[in-house]
């Protein structure tokens, strides 16, 4: 009867064992949704996803898969966004989204987008890796939201200015002339320097370039040539208005349901796929902007000095359009990062 007893409790030992065995190692499959095709070549946040993907699978053996919908298939931005703040989700999601999916949130994200904020690639680099107002960014986003703020994107290039009508090495040169601006920060920037905005869908840009309803714009370098703009686009000027980027974002129950080492791997998986997309993006932006020079345009970067006054003259009036959207502490916060990453980028 004993030797009954012991081996019925053995062998409801193992079953229990078993059974906590399988929930530790049950796989969970993420939807991972983002903007544009499904095509590494035309978009680097597909990239990204592909690259996270493999890295995460690979590094949790299996254990933590994704599923890929580009071309926002999974709704608009501010919808994923709704869906991947929820609690308690049967399908858990993740979200590379843009600053229309996250500001609406999180407006405070606008501070990172101050224009001529950043002198080179690598000081945006150190901004939103190491900089207190990143940390402070994830924090907030995590308290306020009860998602996970992961990684800042980079999607492409710095973007520039074009014009068909002049060469522009300062703000001076932009008086009289029209632009292209797509929201109330782009048009206190024209405004500033004594140029006027207009709102003109990506659709209509080029006829609106060709027919002088605009005399510029401000894109990336890969937009301009996807646009096929240096068509009607003669001088563009690299000033570093504004880092292009994107933000992968993480259900916040999803992520605290992972084991403290499939989190690492997570978090590790982002650091790793935005690495090899920077490299990417800054190689291909060098070379897209030889590209435009090749097909005509006209292309100059400002010194030191001209930078300093497109700062000057062009950020009061945009931090006075934030100031609507964001806290005088997180413009502060944000702007002294960039000028400590500036400076270190430097050393």
């Known amino acids: 009867m004993k030797v009954f007893r012991r081996t019925s409790t053995i062998l409801l030992m193992s079953l229990i064992l078993m059974g906590l065995t399988a929930v530790t190692s049950t796989a969970v499959t993420v939807k991972m949704s983002y903007n544009g095709p499904p095509k590494a070549e035309d978009n680097a946040v597909h990239a990204f996803a592909e690259n996270f993907k ?73 901004f939103f890796d190491k900089s207190q107002y ?16 992961l990684e800042a994107v980079e999607e492409g290039g710095f973007l520039a200015f074009t014009n068909s009508k002049r060469a522009i090495h300062g703000p001076d040169d932009f008086k009289g002339l029209k632009f292209r601006g797509m929201d109330e920060g782009q048009l206190a920037i024209y405004k500033a320097f004594g140029a006027s905005g207009t709102p003109i869908p990506w659709t209509e840009l080029y006829m609106a370039l060709k027919t002088g309803v605009v005399d510029g714009q401000m894109n990336p370098a890969m937009y301009i040539i996807i646009g096929s703009l240096y068509e009607v686009q003669k001088y563009m000027t690299l000033a570093n208005i504004q880092y292009s980027d994107q933000f992968l974002v993480m259900n916040g ?20 796929a935005n690495r090899i997309s920077r490299m990417e993006v800054e190689a291909a932006d060098s070379k897209q902007v030889q590209y435009l020079k090749e097909k005509g345009m006209e292309v100059y970067s400002p010194d030191e000095n001209e930078m300093d006054q497109f700062r000057e003259k062009g950020q009061p009036e945009y931090i006075k359009w934030l100031k609507t959207k964001a806290s005088q502490e997180w413009l502060d916060l944000a702007v002294q990062c960039a000028t400590r990453a500036n400076e270190a980028s430097k050393e």
Not at 134 to 149: I, M, S
Not at 257 to 271: F, I, M, P
């Open 253 to 272: 129950d999803l992520f605290d349901s992972l084991s403290e080492e499939d989190r690492r791997v997570v978090v590790e998986a982002g650091k790793e």
């Open 134 to 149: 990143w940390k402070k960014a994830q924090e907030e986003f995590r308290n306020r939201t009860g998602a996970v703020l």
């Open 54 to 126: 493999k890295l995460v699978e690979e590094g949790t053996e299996g254990r933590v898969t994704f599923e890929l919908f580009p071309d926002s298939q999974l709704g608009t931005e501010e919808e994923r966004m709704e869906l991947l703040m929820k609690t308690g989700l049967n399908q858990p999601m993740a979200n590379i989204a843009s600053f229309a999916g996250v500001a609406p949130v999180f407006p405070e994200i606008y501070a990172s987008s101050i224009p001529f904020m950043f002198d080179s690639y690598e000081a945006a680099h150190i």
